[in-house]
């Protein structure tokens, strides 16, 4: 009894649970079964979630490293069709006056039309379509089970569509839903990005070009010629931006009379420098071969040889051409719409030397004459362009013509190059440095 | 720049104010390439000032509406206009009036 009595009601508990153990195994087995198959269910979940998150993690680096807007759609094509199981993925990219970019994985897996009219960026369009089998979207040119489109904004006037074509097994879930649209919000960063880089780099190929082109344009420009005897000569030609339509030349040649010319192509940038050098190489040819370098001559032949070029870009260019003939001590010269043009004789008050014909490139033919001025001892001849008469200050008041020959009267005793450096300290002081235009200004002083 | 358009089938006409210059000139351009006018007339009472975009404007309608055997007027030219039209030499070769209502 003390035996039963001190392990009675144990072994009676412990037979018990046994037999209730016993009655339970069946379904305990059942229930163990279940839980091993779910535990398979989410072993295979993480395993997939491991590789999504690997392949995102794929995707980011590979973005990163991505600057090519091809290579990047190639990148979320492929990375689309891996992460959400599909037989087939793309991205279609519309920006404006471009035609339609279609990337897609495999290549060749579906046509490529009818995007553009998804790509509707107002408020209330549609942003993802299903497709089913007998969908009307489907468009693709292959048999659809299943298809998933989202599309999303880059900027204000690019849209794209991201495309998942056809699941390997079952069909679009919620997560899959999910992950599309997180790899769609991916892709907008990684193609703005690719954007961004491809406007930056055309940005500085322009730059580039344009530094180039200033350089060549310099070169065009002569700093230091072979002068006449007792003649001094300072220019300068500042453009606006980094290329001009401002020009000038100095032609000396052993049988030809000492030439120099400045020229003003309406207009500014590219268009003008490419007249402007277009112009000079005319001038320069005239005056060289022309059995008699007449000015107004050279001016008409340069019209007749321009006039359509001109006519073709709707432009035209203001010419200023001189010769010195140290025989009789006088300037020759022809005005084509140029000026302002300021004479000032040692003895004398200055004045304008005003065209006589409209510009080069306006009318078939010219109206300039040659004209004839003395040129002796301390005379001073100062040729801009407008730029420094049009220079305006903040209150929009022009420096003009007036205060041009207060400058250069002040200055008279002075060297060219100081009548032209205290000319242009005057205009840039009267308008605060802000230069509006080319400014190009060419002083002769007879010594 | 405001311009105040008035056609005709015999004539564009534009009344320019304000400043011309190469902001305003690709509006003045549209207008000419929309209605390719043969006769137009171009009242530049309002404008205060000009420059040589604008004017490579007024001589590309000029060329243009020549070539379709008509001419462009420009009218009413305050002081300022007139005397870059005289500077340039340009008013030799414009058809240039005084009267708002020329041919």
Redesign the interface.
């Known amino acids: 009894m003390p035996l039963n009595n001190t392990h009675g009601p144990d072994l009676q508990t412990k037979h018990a649970t046994l037999d209730h153990n016993d009655l339970q195994m069946p379904v305990r087995v059942s229930d163990m079964l279940d839980l091993e198959h779910e535990l398979d269910e989410m072993a295979r979940d993480l395993v997939d979630s491991q590789d999504q998150l690997l392949a995102l993690y794929e995707m980011n680096r590979s973005m990163r490293s991505n600057a090519d807007l091809n290579d990047s759609l190639v990148t979320i094509a492929q990375l689309a069709r891996k992460l959400l199981r599909v037989h087939g993925a793309f991205v279609a990219l519309a920006m404006p006056d471009q035609p339609l970019k279609f990337v897609q994985d495999p290549p060749n897996y579906a046509k490529d039309d009818q995007f553009t009219l998804l790509c509707d960026s107002s408020p209330n369009a549609t942003r993802e379509w299903f497709l089913e089998p007998e969908s009307q979207a489907n468009t693709f040119g292959i048999p659809i089970q299943n298809g998933y489109l989202r599309r999303f904004e880059i900027r204000p006037d690019v849209c794209a569509v991201l495309g998942a074509l056809n699941k390997i097994s079952g069909n679009f879930r919620s997560p899959d839903i999910k992950l599309a649209r997180s790899i769609a919000d991916r892709a907008s960063s990684a193609i703005e990005t690719a954007l961004l880089v491809a406007d930056n780099i055309a940005q500085a190929r322009l730059q580039t070009e344009m530094a180039l082109a200033h350089r060549i344009q310099a070169e065009l420009l002569p700093k230091t010629t072979a002068l006449p005897d007792r003649i001094a000569l300072a220019v300068t030609s500042t453009p606006a931006r980094e290329i001009g339509g401002d020009f000038y030349d100095m032609q000396a040649e052993s049988d030809r009379p000492f030439a120099f010319y400045v020229g003003?192509v309406?207009?500014?940038g590219t268009s003008a420098a490419l007249l402007m050098a277009v112009t000079r190489t005319c001038i320069r040819s005239q005056h060289r071969y022309m059995s008699h370098p007449d000015p107004a001559l050279i001016l008409d032949r340069v019209n007749r040889d321009l006039y359509g070029d001109f006519?073709d870009v709707?432009?035209?260019v203001?010419v200023f051409y001189g010769q010195y003939l140290p025989k009789t001590s006088e300037l020759v010269y022809a005005n084509?719409?140029?000026?302002?043009v300021i004479y000032l004789p040692s003895d004398g008050n200055p004045r304008l030397l005003?065209?006589?014909?409209?510009?080069i490139?306006?009318?078939d033919m010219t109206?300039c004459s040659t004209h004839q001025l003395r040129f002796a001892a301390d005379d001073i001849l100062v040729i801009t362009s407008?730029g420094f008469n049009?220079a305006a200050n903040s209150d929009?008041v022009m420096f003009g013509i007036d205060r041009m020959m207060a400058s250069i009267q002040t200055n008279r005793h002075a060297s060219a190059q100081e009548i032209v450096d205290a000319l242009i300290a005057e205009v840039n002081t009267f308008a605060h440095g802000v230069r509006q235009?080319d400014q190009t200004v060419m002083v002769i002083k007879h010594l | 720049m405001q311009i105040i358009e008035e056609i005709t089938p015999e004539k564009l006409t534009l009344r320019l104010s304000g400043r011309f210059d190469?902001h305003e000139t690709p509006q003045v351009r549209q207008k000419f390439t929309e209605h390719a006018p043969k006769n137009a007339l171009i009242d530049l009472s309002g404008v205060t000032?000009l420059?040589?975009?604008a004017?490579?404007?007024l001589?590309?309608a000029m060329?243009n509406c020549r070539e379709r055997g008509g001419e462009l007027t420009l009218a009413n030219m305050p002081q300022p206009v007139r005397i870059i039209f005289?500077?340039?030499?340009?008013d030799?070769?414009f058809n240039i009036v005084n009267a708002p209502d020329a041919p």
Do not use: I, N, W, Y
């Open positions: 003003d309406s207009g500014k006519t709707g432009m035209f203001t084509c719409g140029h000026s302002p005003e065209a006589d014909s409209p510009p490139g306006v009318m109206f407008d049009e929009g235009d | 190469a000032f420059d040589s975009a004017l490579s404007t001589v590309q060329k005289e500077l340039t030499r340009l030799k070769a």
